[in-house]
């Protein structure tokens, strides 16, 4: 310890896990001991120390009605006292372990009870917490009971029986819980800081003879089919599964055919354990979890994790998660075709594995331990490595694998996350190893994997991952080791940095984790967007990121890179995900006529879903009808014959899609749900002239104008002010867009980051010469440099406009200038259309957004929605929206009248109520308002990828937007 002090340590200092507690077991929410919840409203009083108040108020008779009120589960900063913190890697406190400020926010919680009439006379009772962040000490009717830290763990408490310590009536529950503790090094998760008793509180009945634990060993045997059960219990009973027709001691095995669990087919039997003094009903799923042949197996198959990383969160309620939401999380995964879930970074709430058992999850189950804030010291100090600090670490991993180890879904123990390495967390391996061997060890942070089952890399490039692939990556220093590691199964426990708009890039990851064996998938960053609901003075919901709370030191929006918006909504990225991952791969060829249909689960044959196709011609439906799959077992192909297309009108672009749907309803779908789809082009589009011919009508002068068949232009600049009749503020070159949190990239990303380089090249501010306005030859021509200031970069911009007499056609033409060494953010043009043109019907893909290497799941199609549902609304606001592969866009009032864009080619195409200078300074939603004037639209030639920079790799190279002589076109023309 670094401190000089000589007196003892108080218990929140000092580095032991606590005192007083009971060991960790086993625990089933179907025990049929009485149990009493202690949840709902506790009186509560903040003090700014540890050591502001006395321990008086434990004492029965205490006055608290000066108190406020808080429930219980929850944490204070969330209602009304202090405020919450995010730091990702940074200790918001000096680095002296295992001391901490003196500025402690304490929170002491009273509860008054009395036993329900109906609680046992006999057996004594304990006193479970789920979940304290991140120190409790614990009295019940004025007596110590003890104390603790590791917040994400449960603790208990022996209580007596009624009568001893324990009384009928008014029984006094003080709980005193310190925001700081030496537990606080070993929890420095990137997420808020957020103190409170935020899982449940339970006295549960224990009566003579109960169990104290117990451990079910459920394994299969894939060669015979059978399962092998045995519990082991204390003390001893009784184990039957009647569906099995199984009545057998505890300790003694029995072994019969049974169907084994799986993510896919989550296959439990309900099982009665029962020992003199308890009942508990549990729910036994077989399966046997190997490493053999470098391979991570189940029951004998290689599994590919299609993985989230999952922190616990609400809006409203920090980690404070009931069921519904827990359950929602693990129903939202299932409808996405994601197949795994790693518990970053701690354990759940109990309930939430009894549903990943329940709806079929594999689960990496991640021990309550990070102490990346030791990084930025060089490791120096780092508890992982302290010997003194050994007995917590094991403390940590004894909890969760005691409490969790009856969980058919968890098929790994990870010892933590971001540690560093050090002889603790060897300690930790070998516990766990010894206690469970029938699982896999998880840990990321140590690459030589000396202490692990399985190779894990976080963030790993496509590149990199290829080589790992072949087993042939670079080696890490101990040739022994490196041997070791390279026969190991290798997963990214973290991958594709899903904050603001993306990931990018997941496609090419999915693509190596099939091509490549030892790959067996990843964990997407993370899963949901931590930012806290908030409303701004006129009502608006926004949420809350770091920095939103006056923190000293904070890490603004990293707190928000998930797949879900905070409130739920899935962003476009997780629809992109599920499309990546989807189980099904259908591909062909749409011209021929034929479709290649492949099985790509791990477990299940296809008979569970049913496929149907349709064939539409410029992105309607022509026709439709079932298709008949055979049931390809997992890894099998089929080629199947698509009957005969409909007629359709010579140069229509058609196609098929085909879609998988689920047969029946699952726990987690309806009949019908949506699995994979694949769409195979038949007719393609015919070729469009770049622009109409020149000739229709000839510009004429008039005045400062420059009439061109509907066309008005400003003569000086040669700008367009009017089609028919419609003002708009003419199109123009525009290459900026707001950045996003990849374009900016992280601060120690080797890759360049682009959003800087960007805004230092001056790129939102360019400024546009016009060097000539030339009406010759029934077209107009205009003549500009576009380019910022302080440099000599410059894109050379032709437009040239035709007419036929009532459309306006556009080509333009662009040549760079100089020495470009970035892509462009975009390439096209904006127009500002007026206000009232809302609503965007579009024949292209869609629904959703799409970038370049965002744009699996955009589907070619007839689609509307309005300008304001175009907006994906990213935390931090930022370029977001685009639709892929437009071939014409009709954007129209609610009367009907409007503007219709065609392109050649197909392009992207934005709209939003701002402009992007507008997005880019905006920092939350409410900072951005709609004009009433006009609809700013982009229609783009090109996008530059998204990438995963904000903390993975950029965009890879045939995403980039590169500076390059280009041309495109437009044909406009009024609707109404
Ligand atoms: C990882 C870390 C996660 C999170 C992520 C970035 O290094 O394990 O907790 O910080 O980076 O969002």
Not at 42 to 59: G, K, N, Q, V
């Amino acid at each position: 310890m670094s401190s000089t002090q000589h007196t003892p340590l108080p218990y929140y200092e000092d580095v032991s896990p606590g005192s007083g507690g009971l060991p960790p077991r086993a625990w089933s929410p179907a025990s049929d001991a009485a149990r009493l919840s202690l949840t709902g409203t506790w009186a509560f009083r903040l003090s700014p120390t540890a050591t502001a108040e006395d321990d008086s108020f434990a004492r029965p008779g205490h006055d608290a009605r000066g108190w406020d009120e808080i429930p219980v589960p929850g944490h204070w900063v969330l209602h009304g006292h202090g405020a919450p913190i995010y730091t990702n890697v940074r200790y918001p406190f000096p680095v002296d372990p295992p001391r901490v400020p003196t500025e402690n926010p304490t929170g002491d919680h009273l509860r008054v009870f009395d036993l329900p009439a109906d609680w046992p006379e006999g057996g004594d009772a304990v006193l479970r917490f789920e979940g304290v962040e991140s120190c409790a000490r614990v009295w019940l009717n004025g007596e110590e009971l003890g104390t603790f830290k590791g917040s994400r763990l449960p603790h208990e408490f022996a209580v007596g029986a009624v009568g001893e310590l324990l009384r009928r009536r008014g029984n006094v529950l003080a709980v005193r819980v310190h925001q700081w503790s030496s537990g606080s090094y070993l929890e420095d998760q990137d997420q808020w800081w957020l103190p409170g008793i935020f899982r449940e509180v339970v006295l549960e009945h224990r009566p003579e003879g109960s169990l104290s634990d117990f451990f079910v060993h459920a394994s299969y045997d894939h060669i015979t089919g059978e399962g092998t059960l045995r519990i082991d219990a204390d003390p001893g009973g009784r184990v039957t599964v009647p569906e099995l027709g199984l009545d057998l001691a505890t300790g003694e095995s029995a072994t019969v055919a049974v169907e084994p669990w799986s993510a896919e087919t989550p296959r439990l039997y309900e099982a009665e354990l029962t020992t003199v003094g308890e009942s508990v009903g549990l729910r036994v799923g077989f399966r046997t979890v190997a490493v053999e042949d470098g391979l991570l197996r189940v029951n004998g198959r290689r599994v590919l994790f299609r993985g989230v990383n999952r922190h616990e969160f609400h809006p409203e309620y920090g980690r404070a998660l009931d069921l519904a939401t827990m359950r929602r999380d693990l129903v939202l995964m299932k409808r996405h075709n994601v197949n795994a879930v790693r518990t970053s970074h701690y354990p759940p709430h109990p309930a939430f594995l009894g549903l990943c058992d329940e709806l079929g999850l594999w689960v990496i189950d991640e021990c309550d331990l990070e102490t990346h804030g030791f990084a930025g010291l060089d490791w120096r100090g780092n508890p992982v490595d302290d010997p003194r600090w050994t007995p917590a670490l094991l403390d940590r991993a004894a909890r969760m694998v005691e409490r969790d180890k009856n969980h058919p879904s968890i098929v790994m123990w990870s010892l933590g996350n971001e540690c560093g390495t050090g002889r603790g967390l060897s300690a930790m391996a070998d516990w766990v190893r010894e206690r469970d061997p029938s699982r896999v060890i998880h840990y990321e942070g140590d690459l030589s994997c000396a202490d692990t089952d399985v190779y894990s890399r976080m963030y790993a490039p496509h590149d990199e991952v290829d080589r790992i692939g072949q087993r042939s990556e670079p080696p890490w220093g101990d040739p022994e080791l490196d041997r070791k590691r390279r026969a190991l199964p290798f997963i990214q426990c973290e991958y594709a940095h899903a904050m603001g708009n993306g990931p990018g890039g997941l496609s090419e990851y999915q693509r190596l984790f099939e091509a490549h064996e030892r790959c067996q998938g990843g964990f997407v960053w993370e899963w949901i967007d931590h930012g806290f609901a908030r409303r701004a003075p006129d009502g608006r919901v926004f949420y809350a990121y770091g920095g939103d709370f006056g923190e000293e030191l904070h890490d603004g929006n990293f707190v928000c890179d998930g797949l879900l918006f905070p409130d739920r909504t899935p962003s476009p990225g997780l629809i992109e995900y599920k499309k990546v991952i989807e189980p099904v791969r259908i591909e062909g060829d749409g011209a021929a006529g034929t479709v290649r249909i492949t099985n790509h689960h791990d477990v299940t044959d296809l008979s569970h879903l049913v496929f149907s196709w349709t064939y539409e011609a410029e992105g309607e439906v022509v026709g439709s009808g079932e298709l008949t799959v055979p049931p390809l077992a997992p890894g099998e192909s089929a080629d199947l014959k698509l009957p005969a297309p409909a007629a359709t009108e010579p140069g229509d672009e058609t196609g098929w899609t085909i879609e998988a749907r689920l047969a029946t309803a699952t726990a987690w779908a309806e009949a019908g749900h949506p699995v994979a789809w694949g769409q195979l082009p038949a007719v393609g589009r015919a070729q469009r002239p770049r622009a109409l011919a020149s000739g229709g009508a000839a510009a004429r002068r008039d005045g400062d104008r420059i009439v061109l068949g509907p066309g008005v232009f400003d003569a000086a600049t040669g700008a367009l002010t009017a089609l028919g009749g419609l003002a708009v503020t003419g199109p123009r070159l525009d290459i900026w867009r707001a950045p996003t949190d990849n374009d900016n990239g992280a601060s120690w990303q080797p890759d360049e980051r682009y959003g800087l380089i960007w805004r230092r090249l001056g790129l939102h501010r360019v400024r546009h010469r016009v060097d000539a306005v030339e009406a010759a030859d029934g077209a107009l021509t205009v003549r500009t440099r576009v380019a910022p200031a302080a440099t000599d970069l410059g894109l050379e911009t032709v437009y040239r406009w035709t007419t036929d007499g009532d459309r306006l056609s556009l080509s333009v033409s662009v040549t760079p200038r100089g020495q470009w060494t970035c892509p462009l953010p975009r390439l096209g043009l904006r127009l500002g259309v007026p206000a009232a043109l809302g609503d965007a019907e579009w024949f292209g893909g869609g629904p959703g957004e799409a970038y370049p290497d965002t744009r699996a799941a955009s589907r070619l199609g007839r689609w509307a929605l309005s300008v304001d549902d175009l907006q994906t609304p990213y935390v931090r606001p930022q370029e977001n929206g685009a639709r892929a592969d437009v071939r014409w866009v009709r954007l129209t009032a609610p009367d009907g009248t409007g503007l219709r864009v065609e392109g050649a080619p197909p392009f992207w195409f934005t709209a939003r109520r701002w402009t992007t200078e507008q997005l880019d300074a905006a920092e939350h939603t409410p900072d951005l308002v709609a004009s009433a004037d006009t609809v700013w639209v982009n229609l783009d030639h090109g996008q530059h990828g998204i990438g995963s920079q904000s903390c993975g790799p950029g965009v890879l190279e045939p995403h980039h937007l590169v500076a390059g002589p280009a041309a495109f076109a437009f044909t406009f023309a009024r609707v109404g």
